[in-house]
């Protein structure tokens, strides 16, 4: 076996060798070193490159829930945008939520009290117009007791989205001088944007949500998102609510129930302590639901259940459905046996509480409500462990808590939430909105400071069928709300489990309809019509306001254009429009513009200034009902290069409409050639209308009244 070498014996050139081979086994692995590192950095570097390429083309991050327009005088005009809520809807892009158009300014306007509204569909006010939503109650409830305050309620209520993106929303109005934030959520942590029955990796804790909010922000993530995913499908022919289910059977133990609440407390906590930073007052309200009037929404499943008792249970609960009216003791006894059989059976527990209801026992009702909610196979309304933790969150969170459930439940006949206060499984009538703001300003008589409100204050308001009439409570809108919820129960979930709300709703709408006129239901009829709203929800009070006017009925129709153009955004078309139409009607009735009225004419005038830089009138009809507000102020001159402006974007009798005017202001300026000219070349080129042109030629014949 051959020796080892002798490492005494080693020549200098060995031992040089040696160390040569050493150092270049150095370098090599310092090469490798470097070279991984270049491998690694090269496609990092393009990866970034790429994102700012991609960003400075525009893509990647998130448009904002509040946007500011422009300068106006001394101030910013802002507004609530859809853009930003819809940002949440990354996995239903075709069919997404929606956020009411709220308008303010900043900075804040001195001696102002700023209340930002958020949370769910519910806050938002469906299925009312906006000038019908909890904040239009608050707003008129907190102008009375503060008489000498400007009160703003601008609301962030945006329809199905959970309590992550009510928290990215409240964050938001956190930077625009909010003097409180008021939290009505909870119905939406199942089936909303983010909530846990829709997202998969993403629901297993609130980190994870904000990680894919995050991730999904990215520039390479939304041109790849848009690569996969092609043009913008249309939408589809169901309703969001249908579109929204995602697991749509949740189990009695599933652990989404306690995941609901968990991140509904997480995030509302989140909310508090940011409020808390920023020194804003936070109020959280419970959630209040249909406990008495709707059974659970979903189907029972019963696995786990032999084949034999779950033939029990049908039969103990059909006897029971039989006998829940008209012989609620027995229906009791049937359902307490079934329970003994299958204790989580959702539809039991609201029949036993019907049953009980019917023996005068309201105590036990409201708790068996209650599990029938907290057990529902499709939980759509907010469970007790949700509103639990709204509770402990705002305890823990140093926020104030308004028990609005409570609330109702007091409301209510036998302590039982119902159809008197509900439209539907959680949405509030009319007078719901109202008692939704009370409740809000009742818990702010336990404030103290600028927010406080005195308990004699708080006694001396108005009643809420009052403060109804004041907002302008009408049939038609009624009548719209009928035919929204009665278009709800058709879906097939709510209809096979509930079909007597769809009968309800069919009949409402019948009985308001056998109160129209004809030419009133035919006005109705076409606001139905998808068709009839392009852009903006045209308010069916508009519509029947515009019928009003060509009956020259003008005492009718100025009330409801007056609710119209509080249902519309102030900065939109719709709202020059309806503003000129109000104004008309005072006029006629009147015989002329109080100053008040010309104040309003002429602050729908500065409005429609604003927008016409901004891009908002492509249709002219901007252009047009600036003109025509000059007109009503006798502003003529003003009057023409509006109008002018208008007529190359309007067609048909929009386009005689805008002749007329300009005629009218050409008159009265004295500029009678250019009239003749206009009316000369309708009735040369106006084909159909050329027998309109003619009537405004024989007009011009006449003298100017009151020149």
Not at 57 to 82: H, M, N, R, W
Not at 354 to 359: P, S, T, V
Not at 544 to 549: A, D, F
Request: proline share 6%; with cysteine; glycine share 8%.
């Amino acid at each position: 076996m051959p020796k080892p070498p002798d490492k005494r014996s080693a020549t200098p050139e060995s031992k040089a060798a040696t160390d040569d081979a050493v150092a270049a086994r150095r370098l090599s692995a310092r090469k490798r070193l470097v070279f991984a590192l270049v491998a690694f950095l090269i496609p990092v570097a393009l990866v970034v490159g790429l994102e700012v390429v991609l960003r400075l083309a525009g893509v990647g991050g998130y448009p904002p829930t509040i946007l500011e327009l422009g300068p106006a005088d001394d101030s910013v005009v802002c507004i609530t945008d859809k853009a930003g809520p819809a940002s949440y809807f990354f996995a239903n892009r075709s069919k997404q939520g929606a956020i009411n158009t709220f308008s303010f300014l900043k900075p804040k306007p001195k001696n102002a009290i700023r209340v930002f509204l958020a949370g769910g569909s519910a806050m938002k006010g469906f299925p009312q117009p906006m000038c019908f939503a909890p904040s239009a109650f608050l707003e008129a409830m907190l102008s009375e007791v503060w008489p000498d305050r400007q009160v703003e309620v601008i609301n962030l209520g945006t329809t199905a989205v959970a309590s992550f993106p009510v928290l990215g929303m409240v964050t938001e109005a956190l930077d625009y001088e909010p003097d409180l934030v008021v939290v009505y959520a909870g119905n939406n942590e199942f089936y909303g944007a983010f909530g846990v029955a829709r997202l998969h990796w993403a629901r297993s804790h609130p980190l994870m949500m904000r990680r894919n909010r995050a991730v999904r922000a990215t520039a390479l993530m939304q041109g790849v998102d848009r690569i996969i995913a092609g043009p913008p499908a249309a939408a589809p022919d169901r309703t969001l609510m249908e579109v929204m289910v995602g697991q749509d059977y949740v189990a009695p133990a599933d652990p989404l129930r306690t995941a609901a609440a968990r991140h509904l407390g997480a995030h509302v906590l989140e909310m508090t302590e940011s409020c808390r930073a920023r020194d804003v007052p936070i109020i959280v309200c419970s959630v209040a639901a249909n406990e008495r009037d709707l059974a659970p929404l979903g189907t029972e499943q019963m696995s786990g259940v032999s084949a034999e008792n779950q033939k029990r249970v049908n039969e103990l609960l059909a006897g029971a459905e039989a006998a829940v009216e008209r012989e609620p003791s027995l229906a009791e006894g049937l359902l307490r046996e079934l329970l003994t059989v299958y204790s989580d059976h959702a539809r039991a527990h609201y029949l036993l509480g019907r049953a009980l209801i019917g023996q005068s026992k309201d105590a036990a009702a409201t708790k068996a409500f209650q599990k029938a909610i907290d057990l529902d196979p499709m939980p759509w309304r907010c469970i007790g462990r949700c509103n639990e933790a709204l509770r402990d969150v705002a305890e823990r969170g140093g926020a104030i808590f308004c028990d609005t459930r409570q609330a109702f439940r007091e409301a209510s006949p036998h302590g039982c939430i119902g159809w008197e206060l509900m439209d539907d499984h959680v949405h509030p009538t009319l007078l719901g909105q109202a008692l939704i703001a009370r409740s809000i300003v009742r818990t702010m008589t336990t404030m103290k400071g600028r927010l406080a409100v005195t308990s004699e204050a708080y006694k001396r308001l108005a009643s809420n069928e009052d403060f109804a009439r004041r907002l302008g409570d009408n049939m038609y809108d009624r009548y719209g709300d009928a035919h929204t919820l009665r278009k709800l129960m058709e879906i097939p979930f709510f209809k096979g489990t509930n079909p007597g709300a769809l009968e309800r709703f069919e009949r409402l709408e019948r009985d308001y309809e056998s109160k129209m006129t004809p030419d009133v239901l035919k006005a109705a009829r076409q606001w139905q019509d998808p068709r009839t709203h392009p852009g903006i929800q045209r308010p069916i009070s508009a519509m029947v306001g515009l019928v009003m006017i060509q009956r020259s009925d003008f005492e009718a129709a100025e009330p409801l254009y007056a609710v119209a153009r509080r249902a519309v955004p102030d900065y939109s078309t719709a709202s020059l429009e309806y503003d000129y139409f109000t104004l008309v009607c005072r006029e006629r009735i009147k015989g002329g513009l109080a100053e008040e009225d010309r104040t309003i004419a002429e602050q729908a005038i500065n409005r429609g200034k604003f927008m016409l830089p901004r891009g908002v009138s492509e249709s002219g009809m901007v252009e047009r009902y600036v003109g025509r507000l000059h007109q009503l102020r006798g502003e003529w001159e003003a009057a023409i290069p509006f109008l002018l402006a208008s007529r190359p974007k309007v067609g048909g009798t929009d386009l005689v409409a805008v002749d007329q005017a300009l005629i009218m202001s050409y008159r009265r300026t004295g500029r009678m050639e250019e009239a003749m000219q206009l009316v000369e070349n309708g009735i040369q080129n106006s084909g159909q209308y050329a027998r309109m042109y003619r009537m405004l030629k024989a007009e011009l014949s006449r003298p100017v009244a009151n020149p």
